[in-house]
């Protein structure tokens, strides 16, 4: 009866999702002063989760992209819009910082989905 329920994945990937884009703007945030780097960002949750159930091919950005193992990847980074600075960095630390508090409320919007919907069960067990 409470086997595979659907609000407890989507809870789940929606945070994983938060925990992967906060490592790629926090590596955009660190190299900030690297001439050169262009900032990366991983696609919106939504977007990743409506295309979820649809059959997409993977698509080959360059020269022996699909022959390495890199393992499965839930949400492909991409390059973000450069900023355009003079030694050729795109990162923005203001976007970043704003990014930053995006995530930080997917991720708590994450947890009270999970929180809610356990106490929706302990209720419907009477425990609640």
Do not use: C
């Not at 393992?71 to 050729?88: I, T």
């Not at 630390?93 to 994450?110: F, P, T, Y």
């Amino acid at each position: 009866m409470f086997y595979d329920l659907n609000v407890f994945k989507t809870a789940h990937a929606m945070a994983t999702h938060a925990g992967k884009r906060q490592a790629v703007i926090a590596r955009n945030m660190a190299n900030a002063d690297t001439p050169g780097y262009q900032p990366r960002d991983i696609e919106a949750f939504q977007k990743a989760f409506e295309t979820s159930g649809r059959d997409v091919a993977m698509a080959a950005t360059r020269q022996g992209h699909l022959h390495g193992n890199a393992g499965a990847r839930l949400w492909a980074e991409h390059e973000a819009v450069p900023s355009g600075d003079p030694n050729g960095n795109g990162v923005s630390l203001e976007e970043e910082m704003l990014k930053s508090v995006e995530v930080k409320r997917q991720h708590d919007r994450a947890l009270a989905i999970y929180k809610s919907s356990m106490s929706v069960l302990r209720t419907s067990l009477g425990r609640g």
